[in-house]
Each structure stands twice: as structure tokens, then as C-alpha cells.
């Protein structure tokens, strides 16, 4: 048994791998005709060495943007630990606004007109994306809560996470390092609602 | 007090007593009779409900000392364990099946589980179990069954016996018992000590099973005043302390409690003539608890509470022989019960008035029909009727088929109804659904409330959790000894309560009441069969089928709106109908197989027990709300448990030695209750007295 599992969690890095090759090799024309397509990030620390501060990252450019750059709207989404912030509401200064649906990643192919709400101090719009278990601590993402969200600058994304462990093991456990998010996210440049 | 005098003062009689030999004829009993699915004496293989009797020589064979022992060992049943040890049954948890001590209802549930653990074996004389809902007789907590634990013997012999057992994890027992018949009744006493050092599993922080001590006191008096009057009057006190203690941020906290319970009876019987029957009974519980919890370093309070529940029932009950095919039972009583408890507002008091009739029809000699009901009226939540009706006929002499249809209700309890708790610590707050309204307007006012999501004064009154449930089965012998039991069984349960946000407060948290919600079904198949190899072997077996649902969550199943993660490309996915595996804590497969010697000549009995359980689901990781992920389940085990006794000086001496878990199997992670191998040895003295000649 316990073989199989390390075999799935090779298969996991090497897909890993696989996507960020590719994600390498496509900055090329942002034409707003063609289909957005998705995109993989891994191990994108968020406050692993737990200095307090989030992890700010861009969609559109899809890279990770400095923490100088927090006041801008450079950045989409943020990561700190288990919590989540857009760029807008008291988080900072874009049109970030977000919700959590139920369905799956791969079939959400248009983002609802309505039901987003943007960060306050004591409530952040994407809430519920995970789930704790008391006995093992081990932090999953909820299956099929899919993030859709806006932008800094008011365009549409949907992004799943799939893991919060380093490299993505197939059962994390205690010994597994946290903090480190892997996810899948569709960006759409042309502002429209589509994903296809 | 008065009931120690008492019985010291019939243990000094003992010795006058015993030169009077008993003369009334003891009519031997040859065929078992159960009192449980009727309400009087009926015989087992008459009445038609399937009835489990689990005899005193199995429980002793078994070496076992608390009740939970004996009931993880019978088919369909499970041991669970959440606020207390408990039985699942039918596939429904520990707070639907009732738990009677000679036919009165025991008390004193945390989280709707009663703890089995609080009732020692040593002295009963039989187990009788129920399953499929019997409140058409108990009203509520009677909805997936109803276990009776006996201890009224009507033998004749009288015995006084001491006895002890030492086993792993310091677990000592020490008893005495004695039953003294007399020409006109018998009177019975026992007191029983518990010690254990509990253990701890893995590397946890805190002992998994506390440092625990008790102490049982019973005692029953019986006695026929004419032919026609008897009375009965029995007790039982029982204490439990516990040590533990738990890490907290701050350090240390010791965590020690107490745990009381009392409870005593009265009944008169009168049978002014062959066809007619009445019995009045008082019945008296009390339950309470004391905690404490304190950090180690500086004695300071980390948090105290306490719990008293009492609970007071008269009941009057007539049976009638109107015609040979008719019998006809019916009863009327009142409930008080009353509750004080930290986290409750004032002292809480429940009435509930409640009729039942049952007419035993036996139209032709193949057919036994039982037609009954109950109705509660309550002034809590709304009232109850709970139907009932059974059948068994018979093919031949050897098979019948057994068939019932039944209503079996859960009440609402104390904590839904009145609790009023504020977490300080955290923020939160959690109302009973009668406080809610006028709790929540006072926050209002307060300014406390940002936003209410559901008008307590709105919401319909919380109901009761109400069952109806079929079962059929079939039972009878095959080949030359072959004994075989088979039911199958369906159970909807709706009305289900559960915990519900119905105002945000102002600093975000959540303000939780009670709401009726979710239903559930299970459904399954039992079946049982017993095989004697010669004139000292048996072997036995059994294996129950189970598959369970939660109903709205199915349906999302059924819609694609519950997801999973697939285990071979990693991605999300509906999940499909055939992976939904059910409800948490049940597995789809169970057994037992023993084998048992028993050689009366030599006084040896032995035997072994294999029980097995397949996967079930634990706990959910990924927010489906069903468990999916091979990390969920608890992987199916098996386990083994060894018994072997003998007995010496005719049978006044009986050794044992047990050794349960011979393979040492434990999940630390998931099952707390099993400890691992456990070895015990016992030894008890019987000194037989006053034995009847006749």
C-alpha cells in the first residue's frame, strides 16, 4: 500500500514539473479573443518561516509581487498561512472582490454575475476554502470550492487550490511542511466573465 | 443510609434464614422467558419480536466485567465511544438506543451517550436487547432498541459469593453478592469495586483513559405477601472519581470529577385472579456530576461544573386475559425530571404524562400479533404517538417469520432546549431553542447582534427526532441443530437536530441554537446462526450487513454537487453514487465466530471470540461532509479474545484466566477504547445456601 502512495506522489511532482515548463514557455501574445488557458502555481510559500507577512502574488502576470508593492495594484491575492486576501475592501487599494462557490474548477465556465464581497478587517471575502482536522492538524482544501474572484483591476479569475503542503504530497501528514500552496487559477484579460 | 442498615441487617439474617428451606414449588423454567418486548412474561420463542438474551454463564464465561464488554461481542452492535462510551445499534448511535435496569430507565446522558461503562456486570442475571424501536412501550430514546439489564433472578437457590480479578493496566474488581431466598420472597445484595489506571496510547499529551475508581451498591427485596399482593424494592448507588489531566498554553491542568448516581424502586403487584394482573411502580433517579479543573502550577481555576439531574416516574400498568386469544396491556404514568447545571440558566423541569395499551392477538395457533402504542404529551416540545405492530408466524414446527412496523422518538434534550453558554474564551454562544427568542432580544438590545440570519421567534418549535421502522425476519432450525436467526431492517430517521448560526455577533462570532434538520436512513441485514458439535462444543457466528445515508447529502450525490478529489489524476470530481460510502462510524460489514468448550462434569469452560469489523468512516478532511479519501476510514481490524475457567470444590471455586486482543491490535490514532492486549485472572469463591429440595 504503502508503495502505491509514493508512486502517486512522484507522478504528483512530476506533474508539478510538467506545469511549471509550460508555464514557462507562454508569455507570449495576451490576445483577448483566445481562450484564457489554466495555469499551476507550486510551492508558493505563504509565510512558511512565519514572519507575519502575506505573500502577494499577481494572476495577470502571473509571478509573485514584493511586499513594497502592497499599496499598488500589482498584486490580485495574498497568502499568509491559511488565510487569504484580495487586492481591495481593507486589504488594499484594487476592485479586488471575491466569493467561494461549490462546483468543479474544470466546469466553471462563467463566473456569476453576483455574490462577491470584498475583505473587511474581521471577515475576508474567501472564507471556507479549507478544512482542519483536529486530530492529524492537517489542513485540506475543501473539494470543490472553487475561488472566483476580481481582480486588482476588476477582471475575472477562478483558481482552486489543491494543496497547502510542500510538493503536494497525496496524504500530507504531521512531518509534511505547510504553508506552501499549490493551485491551479484561470485568468481573464479581456474583462468578461468567461473562462472558456 | 437507611438502605445500608437494611442491608446489614438481612445479612445478619442470613444465617436464621438460611435454615428455612424454601417450600413453594419451584416450577422449573424450561423454556426462557423475556419481559422486555411485551412488558410481562412472555416466552422467547413465542413472542413476536426477536429478542437477544445474553445469560449470566455468558457473561461470566466471557470473563467480562463491565457492560460494554459484553455488548461489543454481539452481532450488529458496536461500541462507540463520544462523551462516554456507548452502543451503536441497527446502525443508529448511542443516544437512540435506551438502556433499562429491570425494565426503569437509567439516567444521566452527556451528549445523548449514556456511558456503559457505569454498569458492572458481576451480579446481573440476564441482558435482554430489542432491536428495531420499542417507545411504543418506553417513549423516547427507545428509537434503534432497547437493552434491559436484569438482575431479578426468580431461582431458588441461594448463594453469597466473593469474588476478584487482576489485570493489565492495574485493573482490579472486587465483588460480593448474596441472594437469600425465603418461603415467601428473596431478598439480594451486592457490592462491586472498579479500579483502573486507565492508559494512555501513542504519545498523547493527556492519559486516553483516565485514572478511574467505583463503587456499585445493590440490593433487592422481594416478597409475597398473599397469593395475591407482592412487592419488590431494590436500589443501587453508584460513584465513580476520575484523575486526569490535560496541557494547556498556560501549563499543566488537572482535570478531576465525580460521577453519582442513584436510583431506587418500588412495585406492588396484584393479581386478584388468573386473568388479571396490576402493578403500580415508583421509580427514582438521580444523576450528578462534579468537575474541576485546575492549573497544576498554581491551583488556579481553569473551569469548574457540575450537573444534577432527578428524575421521578409513577406508573400503573394492568394486564388482562379478556379471552384466551386476547391479552391486553395497558399503562398510564408521569414524568418529573428536573435539571441544575452550570451553563444553564435556572433549574430546569420537564413534565411529561403518558398512556400505552397493547393487545396481544393470537387469532389461530400459527399467528401472535401485537398491536400497541404510546402517547406522550409533553410540555416542552410536541406530543408523541408511537405505534407499533409485530407478527410472527409460523411455518412449521421448526421456522417462523417475524415482522414488525414501529414509530420510535428521541425527545429533545435538557441541553437543546435550555443550554445558555457564552464562550468567554473564544466568543461564541450557543441557546436552547426555548431561551433563544428572548436571550437573542436581549443581545439586540444589548447591541451585541450584527445581523440575525434566523428569527428564533419564527422557527417552528424543536421536535422531537422521530423514527418508523420495519423489520423481518426469519428464525428457526436447520439441518439437525442448526439454529439460524435472520432479519433484515430499514430505519427513516427525520427531524434530526442539529446545530444551526442564527445571529452574527458583533465581533463576527457566531451565535449557534438548535434547528430540526437532516434525516438519515439505515438499512441492513442480520444474520445469526449456532451449531453445537457434540456434547461440549458450540460454535456460533453472526455478520451483519449495513449501509446507512444521510438523505440531503445523497441527494447532492445524486446531483453531482459533491465532490472528491480523484486518487489517480488528482483532480477534482463529482463524486459517483457508488462512492458514497455512508455515514460517518459504520461499517458496511461485521461478524463474530466463537467457539466454545463447556465440559459441566469437569468444570471447565473455555472459548475464544473473533470479532471483526470493516472500514468505516472517521472523520472528514476535505469538506465533502462524507468520508472519501483513503485517510478518512479507519482500516476494518480484527480481534481476538481468550477465555478459559475452572471450577473446584463442586463448584464452589471458579478460576479464570482471560486474555482479550491475544494480537495486540490498537489504532491510537481512531480507537480509543481499545487498549491492546489485555490479560486478567479471576477467582471466586460461591458458597451455596438454603437450596430448595423440591
Known amino acids: ?196 | 443510609m437507611y438502605r445500608y442498615l437494611f442491608l446489614f441487617a438481612c445479612i445478619m439474617r442470613a444465617g436464621i434464614l438460611f435454615a428455612q428451606t424454601d417450600t413453594t414449588g419451584s416450577n422449573k423454567v424450561l423454556q426462557e422467558v423475556v419481559v422486555t418486548a411485551t412488558r410481562n412474561e412472555q416466552l422467547l420463542s413465542k413472542v413476536p419480536v426477536p429478542v437477544t438474551v445474553i445469560t449470566k454463564q455468558q457473561v461470566q464465561s466471557m470473563g467480562a466485567v463491565l457492560l460494554q464488554q459484553v455488548l461489543a461481542e454481539q452481532t450488529g452492535l458496536f461500541i462507540t465511544s463520544n462523551h462516554g462510551t456507548g452502543v451503536q445499534m441497527q446502525g443508529l448511535e448511542a443516544e437512540y438506543t435506551l438502556i433499562l435496569l429491570d425494565g426503569e430507565p437509567l439516567i444521566g446522558r452527556t451528549a445523548g451517550t449514556f456511558d456503559l461503562s457505569r454498569i458492572v456486570v458481576s451480579n446481573i442475571e440476564r441482558i435482554e436487547i430489542i432491536k428495531g424501536p420499542v417507545s411504543s412501550l418506553y417513549g423516547s430514546d427507545a428509537l434503534a432498541g432497547v437493552i434491559n439489564i436484569i438482575t431479578a433472578g426468580n431461582k431458588q437457590q441461594g448463594v453469597t459469593s466473593i469474588g476478584g480479578r487482576y489485570g493489565s493496566n492495574n485493573v482490579y474488581t472486587l465483588d460480593g453478592n448474596t441472594r437469600i431466598p425465603y418461603q415467601k420472597g428473596s431478598f439480594a445484595a451486592g457490592v462491586s469495586m472498579y479500579n483502573s489506571n486507565g492508559y494512555t496510547l501513542g504519545n498523547a499529551a493527556s492519559p486516553t483513559v483516565s485514572p478511574f475508581k467505583t463503587y456499585t451498591a445493590q440490593s433487592r427485596w422481594e416478597h409475597d405477601w398473599s397469593p395475591r399482593w407482592h412487592t419488590s424494592l431494590s436500589g443501587r448507588y453508584y460513584e465513580q472519581r476520575y484523575n486526569s489531566y490535560f496541557q494547556d498554553t498556560k501549563g499543566r491542568v488537572s482535570d478531576v470529577g465525580k460521577e453519582k448516581d442513584m436510583n431506587a424502586s418500588w412495585q406492588v403487584r396484584h393479581t386478584p385472579g388468573k386473568n388479571f394482573s396490576e402493578v403500580l411502580r415508583l421509580y427514582y433517579s438521580r444523576y450528578a456530576t462534579n468537575e474541576e479543573m485546575r492549573y497544576q502550577q498554581d491551583n488556579s481555576i481553569y473551569d469548574v461544573s457540575f450537573f444534577k439531574q432527578q428524575y421521578i416516574k409513577p406508573e400503573y400498568q394492568a394486564d388482562w386475559q379478556l379471552h384466551p386469544k386476547h391479552q391486553l396491556t395497558g399503562g398510564i404514568g408521569y414524568i418529573h425530571e428536573s435539571l441544575e447545571a452550570t451553563r444553564y440558566d435556572n433549574r430546569m423541569a420537564f413534565n411529561s404524562g403518558y398512556v400505552f395499551i397493547q393487545e396481544n392477538w393470537k387469532p389461530a395457533g400459527a399467528w401472535n400479533i401485537l398491536i400497541g402504542g404510546r402517547f406522550d404529551t409533553h410540555n416542552q416540545y410536541p406530543s408523541q404517538f408511537s405505534p407499533k405492530v409485530s407478527l410472527s408466524y409460523n411455518i412449521n414446527r421448526d421456522w417462523r417469520i417475524l415482522g414488525a412496523v414501529g414509530r420510535g422518538y428521541r425527545a429533545p434534550d435538557f441541553r437543546q432546549l435550555y443550554l445558555h453558554f457564552n464562550n468567554a474564551a473564544v466568543g461564541y454562544t450557543v441557546l436552547g431553542t426555548r431561551l433563544a427568542a428572548a436571550v437573542l432580544k436581549e443581545m439586540q438590545q444589548q447591541g451585541q447582534i450584527k445581523q440575525v440570519n434566523i428569527d428564533p421567534a419564527q422557527t417552528k418549535e424543536l421536535d422531537a427526532e422521530s423514527s418508523w421502522s420495519y423489520n423481518l425476519g426469519i428464525q428457526g432450525k436447520a439441518f439437525a441443530n442448526t439454529k439460524v436467526k435472520v432479519n433484515f431492517f430499514y430505519n427513516a430517521v427525520k427531524n434530526l437536530i442539529d446545530t444551526r448560526t442564527i445571529a452574527v455577533k458583533t465581533n463576527d462570532l457566531a451565535v449557534y441554537s438548535y434547528v430540526n434538520v437532516h434525516s438519515i436512513s439505515t438499512s441492513g441485514a442480520e444474520v445469526e446462526l449456532l451449531q453445537p458439535l457434540g456434547a461440549y462444543w458450540q460454535v456460533s457466528g453472526g455478520y451483519q450487513y449495513l449501509r446507512s445515508k444521510d438523505n440531503d447529502l445523497f441527494k447532492k450525490v445524486k446531483n453531482g454537487e459533491v465532490y472528491t478529489k480523484d486518487a489517480g489524476t488528482g483532480d477534482t470530481r463529482a463524486l459517483k453514487t457508488s462512492e458514497y460510502f455512508g455515514l460517518f462510524n459504520r461499517s458496511h460489514h461485521s461478524g463474530n465466530i466463537k467457539i466454545a468448550y463447556i465440559h459441566p462434569r469437569l468444570g471447565v469452560d473455555a472459548n475464544a471470540r473473533v470479532l471483526y469489523r470493516s472500514k468505516y468512516g472517521f472523520t472528514d478532511e476535505n469538506g465533502n461532509n462524507t468520508p472519501d479519501l483513503k485517510s478518512e476510514f479507519v482500516p476494518g481490524y480484527t480481534t481476538v479474545n481468550l477465555a478459559a475457567a475452572k471450577s473446584l470444590f463442586s463448584k464452589q471455586l471458579r478460576l479464570q484466566a482471560t486474555l482479550e486482543n491475544i494480537f495486540n491490535y490498537t489504532d491510537p490514532q481512531h480507537i480509543a477504547t481499545m487498549p491492546g492486549r489485555i490479560y486478567s485472572v479471576g477467582l471466586t469463591w460461591n458458597f451455596y445456601h438454603a437450596v430448595n429440595k423440591q
Not at chain 1, 53 to 65: G, H, I
Not at chain 1, 81 to 97: F, L, V
Not at chain 1, 118 to 128: E, Q, S, V, Y
Not at chain 1, 160 to 174: F, G, M, Q
Request: charged fraction near 15%; hydrophobic fraction near 35%.
Open chain 1, 1 to 196: 500500500m504503502k508503495i502505491q502512495f509514493q508512486t502517486a506522489g512522484i507522478l504528483m511532482l512530476s506533474l508539478v514539473s510538467l506545469f511549471s515548463c509550460s508555464k514557462n514557455d507562454d508569455k507570449v501574445t495576451p490576445a483577448p479573443s483566445v481562450s484564457p488557458e489554466s495555469k499551476v502555481v507550486a510551492n508558493l510559500d505563504a509565510d512558511a518561516g512565519n514572519k507575519g507577512s502575506f505573500t502577494l502574488y499577481s494572476l495577470a502576470d502571473n509571478k509573485v509581487v514584493p511586499n513594497s508593492d502592497s499599496a499598488t495594484t500589482k498584486w490580485d491575492i495574498g497568502f499568509k498561512a491559511t488565510t487569504i486576501i484580495i487586492n481591495g475592501g481593507s486589504s488594499g487599494p484594487g476592485k479586488g472582490e471575491a466569493q467561494v462557490v461549490s462546483g468543479l474548477y474544470s466546469t466553471l465556465l462563467v463566473a456569476p454575475e453576483s455574490g462577491y464581497t470584498t475583505d473587511a478587517a474581521a471577515k475576508k471575502a474567501i472564507t471556507g476554502w479549507y478544512s482542519y482536522n483536529m486530530t492529524t492538524h492537517v489542513i485540506s482544501p475543501v473539494t470543490g470550492a472553487v475561488i472566483v474572484l476580481k481582480t486588482a483591476n476588476g477582471n475575472y479569475a477562478k483558481l482552486e487550490v489543491t494543496s497547502y503542503y510542500k510538493d503536494a504530497p497525496a496524504t500530507p501528514d504531521a512531518n509534511s511542511l505547510s504553508r506552501y500552496y499549490r493551485f491551479q487559477y484561470v485568468y481573464q484579460a479581456d474583462g468578461s466573465r468567461n473562462f472558456k
